[in-house]
């Protein structure tokens, strides 16, 4: 795994970032008194879209 910092709209970043990843990881949040996880614009954007896999982690609790 590697880290990096990039500068941009994070939507669009992510996304070109994905063309050389595998897989990407965003992160989601835990919805209290839900099942599940709540995925915000980007997230949802960068799963849909990526051009490869997508890692989707809870955020801790």
Same mark, same amino acid.
């Given at each position: 795994?590697? @880290?990096? /910092?990039? #500068?941009?709209? /994070?939507? #669009?970043?992510?996304? +070109? *970032?994905?063309? @050389? *990843?595998?897989?990407? +990881?965003?992160? @989601?949040?835990?919805?209290?008194?839900?099942f599940g996880l709540r995925l915000g614009r980007v997230a949802h954007g960068v799963l849909h879209h990526a051009a490869c896999a997508v890692a989707v982690v809870p955020e801790r609790t």
């Open positions: 795994m590697h @880290a990096r /910092t990039l #500068e941009g709209p /994070t939507r #669009e970043v992510l996304l +070109a *970032a994905s063309h @050389a *990843a595998d897989p990407l +990881a965003v992160g @989601a949040r835990r919805n209290p008194g839900h």
